[in-house]
């Protein structure tokens, strides 16, 4: 079973190169590293030239934005199963992707989902906020529940079917995709009950009050859009962040 993993960057930095190496590690047999650059003017291309997955399919052109430049990147992406590495997390242990492929031999399930640390930037090792998953029941998206979605892996039938991101969200076209591909599109998902993936704190979600408002803003429109609920589904979706600063279970 062939994985792609879509990795959009921009100027990537020195963050890369966790991310890289933490797919380098994975222990199942066949990977693909889809790179969608955007056209980096650091030393992102001269990284990866140098030190990429050895099946890298590199390309750098402008884009709209990250969920066009991640659309853009599955839609070159030739694996039959799909997720995502963001330039600034890395998976989590060299077992990730064998668990993801072990899931998904299971012809019934549409995709798979685990569970996420919160790490700090300037120290990788010290967990911040852990994200306990936990299992899926279609009544918990109205309690503003859904899956971390840096650990989403899909088929690729559920692009085709359901649609790809949608750029005229700006912060929060991870949140309506999902939403989409549950409500409308009906996937089953099955829950891997292990961390996934560490992701660096500061995220384009919450760098300032104001994108903090825009990201609300964009969820409420994806809320109501699928009709999964209202302002109490978002109330309950930002007080459910609380509890991910309490002690790992």
Not at 6 to 11: D, H, K, S
Not at 167 to 181: N, V
């Given at each position: 079973?062939?994985?792609?993993?879509?990795?959009?960057?921009?100027?990537?930095?020195?963050?890369?190169?966790?991310?890289?190496?933490?797919?380098?590690?994975?222990?199942?047999?066949?990977?693909?590293?889809?790179?969608?650059?955007?056209?980096?003017?650091?030393?992102?291309?001269?990284?990866?030239?140098?030190?990429?997955?050895?099946?890298?399919?590199?390309?750098?052109?402008?884009?709209?934005?990250?969920?066009?430049?991640?659309?853009?990147?599955?839609?070159?992406?030739?694996?039959?199963?799909?997720?995502?590495?963001?330039?600034?997390?890395?998976?989590?242990?060299?077992?990730?992707?064998?668990?993801?492929?072990?899931?998904?031999?299971?012809?019934?399930?549409?995709?798979?989902?685990?569970?996420?640390?919160?790490?700090?930037?300037?120290?990788?090792?010290?967990?911040i906020r852990?994200?306990?998953?936990?299992?899926?029941?279609?009544?918990?998206?109205?309690?503003?529940?859904?899956?971390?979605?840096?650990?989403?892996?899909?088929?690729?039938?559920?692009?085709?079917?359901?649609g790809m991101?949608?750029?005229?969200?700006?912060?929060s076209g991870?949140?309506?995709?999902?939403?989409?591909?549950?409500?409308?599109?009906?996937?089953?998902?099955?829950?891997?009950?292990?961390?996934?993936?560490?992701?660096?704190?500061?995220?384009?979600?919450?760098?300032?009050?104001?994108?903090?408002?825009?990201?609300?803003?964009?969820?409420?429109?994806?809320?109501?859009?699928?009709?999964?609920?209202?302002?109490?589904?978002?109330?309950?979706?930002?007080?459910?962040?609380?509890?991910?600063?309490?002690?790992?279970?």
């Amino acid at each position: 079973m062939k994985i792609s993993v879509v990795t959009a960057v921009m100027n990537g930095g020195k963050a890369l190169s966790r991310a890289v190496e933490s797919l380098k590690a994975q222990t199942h047999p066949d990977i693909e590293h889809v790179v969608q650059d955007g056209g980096s003017t650091d030393r992102t291309l001269d990284y990866l030239a140098d030190h990429g997955h050895p099946n890298m399919a590199l390309t750098s052109t402008p884009d709209g934005g990250i969920y066009d430049a991640i659309n853009k990147g599955i839609a070159r992406a030739t694996g039959g199963v799909i997720g995502l590495l963001h330039a600034d997390d890395m998976l989590a242990s060299p077992d990730v992707l064998a668990q993801v492929a072990q899931a998904m031999e299971d012809p019934a399930i549409d995709g798979v989902y685990g569970d996420l640390e919160y790490v700090s930037r300037d120290a990788p090792d010290r967990v911040i906020r852990y994200w306990r998953a936990g299992e899926y029941a279609p009544y918990r998206l109205k309690q503003g529940w859904m899956p971390p979605h840096p650990t989403l892996y899909l088929r690729r039938e559920v692009f085709a079917d359901a649609g790809m991101y949608d750029t005229s969200y700006r912060i929060s076209g991870d949140y309506d995709g999902m939403l989409r591909w549950l409500s409308s599109g009906q996937i089953r998902l099955k829950y891997i009950p292990q961390v996934m993936v560490r992701m660096q704190m500061g995220g384009a979600s919450n760098r300032s009050f104001a994108q903090m408002i825009r990201k609300s803003r964009e969820d409420y429109r994806a809320i109501r859009r699928h009709k999964v609920g209202g302002m109490g589904t978002l109330i309950a979706k930002n007080l459910s962040k609380l509890q991910q600063f309490g002690k790992r279970a």
